[in-house]
């Protein structure tokens, strides 16, 4: 069974796409008239030019809306499309969970003429985000099993640039540190869901940490800890953008 049948079917509420990393996403792709997006989930960050979303997953294919691109049942390792298909390709924090990295990757540059744009993360700055660091190591344990270095996708890409992706603090799109200003939000087992890391990393586990989470809170220790947090718009907690023009 794909991850997503079991961990995905919050992520149309959860996942909203943010439109300042969309835009971020809109000028990595440039001029592109065509995209192809891969491991499209339930649309998020879709540009109108999109032709094509291919996605493995039936609940996140049920999830997108109904003025979104025609969507494929499929996995990165294997395009249903023929060389050349699209200006561009797109893979948005989907790398991760491809069975075959190096297979996936070559499908995107057999698929796209000028460019290929991914979203990852960069595990070594992610760890020192507070959350894992000081609340919840299981969790980034679990994600550094799977997390793909920046370097050896930029190499698999044959070469490409890394563009930060800075988090607003007030991010609609939950993804793992879009609440880095909002702690309590991690106290809530919906947005939990819609996190792939602690949805898959297990409540059990991650239990204790999210006790001493809420007690902290609760003093107000998080607050006396974490004061540069608290008045800053944005965050770099590793989230990168890998773009390369073929």
């Known amino acids: 069974m794909d991850v997503y049948d079991t961990i995905g079917a919050t992520y149309a509420t959860t996942r909203r796409p943010d439109p300042r990393i969309g835009a971020r996403v809109a000028a990595a792709l440039g001029d592109a008239s065509s995209v192809v997006n891969v491991g499209a989930g339930a649309g998020s960050y879709e540009p109108p030019q999109t032709v094509l979303a291919v996605e493995p997953s039936a609940v996140m294919i049920r999830q997108r809306p109904a003025r979104a691109a025609p969507v494929v049942q499929a996995r990165a390792e294997a395009l249903p499309l023929a060389t050349g298909a699209a200006d561009a390709v797109m893979a948005l924090l989907t790398v991760h969970h491809w069975a075959d990295l190096a297979a996936g990757v070559a499908e995107l540059r ?13 595990a070594p700055v992610f760890r020192s985000f507070w959350l894992v660091r000081e609340y919840l190591p299981q969790a980034v344990a679990f994600d550094e099993t799977r997390a793909v270095p920046v370097e050896r996708l930029a190499a698999l890409l044959g070469g490409a640039r890394v563009e930060p992706v800075p988090v607003p603090h007030d991010c609609v799109d939950g993804f793992a540190a879009a609440y880095w200003r909002r702690p309590a939000a991690y106290l809530d087992p919906a947005v939990r869901a819609g996190i792939s890391m602690l949805a898959q990393t297990g409540e059990d586990a991650l239990r204790p940490g999210l006790h001493r989470l809420a007690e902290d809170l609760r003093a107000g220790r998080w607050q006396e800890e974490h004061p540069d947090l608290l008045d800053r718009e944005e965050f770099d907690a590793g989230y990168r953008l890998v773009v390369a023009d073929l």
């Open 110 to 122: 057999r698929v796209a003429r000028r460019r290929v744009v991914v979203l990852t993360w960069d």
